[in-house]
T-cell receptor, first 114, second 114 residues
Framework: DAGVTQSPTHLIKTRGQQVTLRCSPISGHKSVSWYQQVLGQGPQFIFQYYEKEERGRGNFPDRFSARQFPNYSSELNVNALLLGDSALYLC?????????????FGEGSWLTVV | AQSVTQLGSHVSVSEGALVLLRCNYSSSVPPYLFWYVQYPNQGLQLLLKYTTGATLVKGINGFEAEFKKSETSFHLTKPSAHMSDAAEYFCAVSGYNQGGKLIFGQGTELSVKP
């Protein structure tokens, strides 16, 4: 079975632009979460979606938004990009939103803002 | 609120030596604890997790960790290091009422010398 898949794998954007990152969860998983990992740091929680509803939000500005589709795939959007948004963006999926569920991560999308 | 502290940003061991990576957590609710490994330019792979029950948890690749509530610790060990163990290791915590939100430590880079 395919794992969590993310696209694109690498992208370069200019300050002020907008970016959309995509994620397909493991088949049968209904919960998708997004994390930002800045170089040299641990991942930081951005959003969790379950059954197409936002179930959790981390301490990120409103420039960050996400949504989940009926097939449980998800998109993360970042508007008005700043240099500090350069990071690895990780998508994770789990069967449900229940704590303790095994959470599986994708390979990530590397975003560079210049 | 939860937090994780990983003691030592970089640990170096010789091949065949004991691996010990330290993790202390803070949680106002019963915690669920996780160890993930990240190889260069890749996503996160789950090594093991503690939810309830037995406090000594065995994971993949010969790793294990012990949940010690009195010490608020969840240290990761492996009896004999292999060159392929060289990677970044992250400890993470989730509260039982926190759903899929993981709080990560800063990570520990493990180097294995021949």
């Amino acid at each position: 079975d395919a794992g969590v898949t993310q696209s694109p794998t690498h992208l370069i954007k200019t300050r002020g632009q907008q970016v959309t990152l995509r994620c397909s969860p493991i088949s049968g998983h209904k919960s998708v979460s997004w994390y930002q990992q800045v170089l040299g740091q641990g991942p930081q929680f951005i959003f969790q979606y379950y059954e197409k509803e936002e179930r959790g939000r981390g301490n990120f500005p409103d420039r960050f938004s996400a949504r989940q589709f009926p097939n449980y795939s998800s998109e993360l959007n970042v508007n008005a990009l700043l240099l500090g948004d350069s990071a690895l963006y990780l998508c994770a999926s789990s069967k449900t939103q229940v704590a303790g569920n095994t959470i599986y991560f994708g390979e990530g999308s590397w975003l560079t803002v210049v | 609120a939860q937090s994780v502290t990983q003691l030592g940003s970089h640990v170096s061991v010789s091949e065949g030596a004991l691996v010990l990576l330290r993790c202390n957590y803070s949680s106002s609710v019963p915690p669920y604890l996780f160890w993930y490994v990240q190889y260069p330019n890749q996503g996160l792979q789950l090594l093991l997790k503690y939810t309830t029950g037995a406090t000594l948890v065995k994971g993949i690749n010969g790793f294990e960790a012990e949940f010690k509530k009195s010490e608020t610790s969840f240290h990761l060990t492996k009896p004999s290091a292999h060159m392929s163990d060289a990677a970044e290791y992250f400890c993470a915590v989730s509260g039982y009422n926190q759903g899929g939100k993981l709080i990560f430590g800063q990570g520990t880079e493990l180097s294995v010398k021949p």
